[in-house]
């Protein structure tokens, strides 16, 4: 009998992207990003990219790489550290394509391509900066309220990237933190979606059935399951580990050398995840801890 | 009764806590230090009402102290992750922030965005609009400037519009502003609200030893007083134990520069 298996390797997922595809990344600033599918980008050729994020480290490391070609954002920081500072020079050189979204507008961009309509209507960002820049139009109520609101168009993404603790092999994901952040609606709002995991079993509901609540999205909606012990690192990821802030503050500080990006790029990503894994501390990132807010 | 001996980060700490009375059953959110201990006072006295997070996903009846403690010191009422913040808190109008942006102008309209510049090619980029559109056509803000000055609150219109305001200019036609509902600025010189006509902003408190005139210096647009100016009232000793509590590595202490004493006479 065949059995549905979604497992491959992140150098596979990434070796069928084409240039120019929109796509979204799941996490929230410096919150369980899946940064080793962003590594493997970033080894990548792929270009050109649209990137959708409730944005951290992996905005300014595809920036820095060249990655991007237009940002669409609720933000970029890394929360402790609140000023992301790859993003930061790219938008102050000019020229990169963005538009800034007010973090629910994107949430509700996500919905409505989730949902497979046009726009969704809002009130937010009128009277705000944020319209122009945007471009954005209104639609007026069809009802006798008649009321002037947003249209939010809605944020398609050929592919979504998301991190999860466990996985099995038919799509199903679990994910144990306080916090699942959008991950749902980018999923949803996604053509495809890969997912990587701390640990892939074979069948989640013969292995951990009583972490069935911590099932974010429906398996229907997960194409590619890609196992990544510490994927998230440099990323938070609770219950597992905290965020690793000497490598954030080392990452930040690369940004301010002369040729910061290429040294980091070489000595950190480096040719593979194992390469990346051995210089960020291997299994010590288990240990790291988890952040108060 | 004399106030007993305070720093000026305790006052602002009082004056911020004082923005959340009488709010109901809304989200007080306090973001950056003397904020969110603001609104674990107004919680821990006048207003146990206030919901209130860990700062991360759970509800907490018990303020949680900001700074060190041990992971899970907390002891969740409730859940409010940031997929339910914007259905649950924000767009419901179930909110108070506390928030402080790098400009402020006459209609109250604020920039977390950027200055100098365009918008295509800013000459420092900052945070970025984040939350400001939505929370600000939704539901209550006040503001939090802790170096009072005419760099903050400038002349004219902000540089970039990160938040609605009372600008008539910018109220488009046929939409609903009814939600933008904007209380108090609580500064190292004073507390000001939107009182005046067309909610023009007006002086509220002068801080203990604090001019009209150094206020007015430090504004670039012109400032509503009515009569005499009250003195912002200074923390009690319950009040100064329970901010002790909240924030017990001082964290309060770094905010200003230099640490002030709350009598600046």
Redesign the interface.
Known sequence: MTTLDKRTTAEAVVGRLRDGMTIGIGG?GPRRKPMALVRALLRSDVKDLTVVAYGGPEVGMLLAAGKVRKLI?????LDAI??EPY??KA?????LEVL??????L?WGLKAAALRLPFLP?????????FD?GGFR?V?SPYDD????LAMPAVPLDLALIHVHRADRMGNIQALG?????D?WFAKAAKEVVVSAEEVVDRLDLSHPEDARANIVERCFVQHVVEARHGAHPTSMPPAYGWDMPALKAYVASAGEADGWARYRTDMIGPDEAHYLAQAGGDAIAEL??P?? | MTAPDHMLSELLIVACSEVFRNNGEIVATGIGPIPRVAAGLAKTTHSPELLMT?????LVEEPVPI???G?DDRKPSGYL???RY?DSA??TGRRHALVSPIQIDRFGQMNL??VG?T????????????????N???HINSMFVPAHSTRIFVPGEVQ??????Y?PA????????S??DLRFIVTDLCVMDFGGPDHAIRLVSLHDGVTLDQVREATGFDLLVDGTPPVTPAPTEEQLAIIARLDPHNIRATVLKGNPPGKRS
């Open positions: 929230w954002y609720g933000f970029v920081s609140p000023l993003f930061r938008r102050e050189a000019g020229g800034e979204l007010d973090e629910g507008m949430q809002t009130r937010v960002g009128l009277g705000t900066d944020v820049q209104t007026t008649g009321e002037v609101l306080p916090d699942t952040y959008y749902e801890p988890l108060i807010f | 860990d700062g991360e996903a759970y700074g060190p403690r992971y992750p940031f997929s914007f924000v767009w965005s950027y510049g918008f295509d090619k800013p000459k420092v980029q900052m945070l970025g609009a984040r939350g400001f559109p939505g600000t056509i939704h970039s519009v990160s938040s609605v305001g600008n910018r109220r488009l036609k046929g939409a609903d502003f939600g933008v």
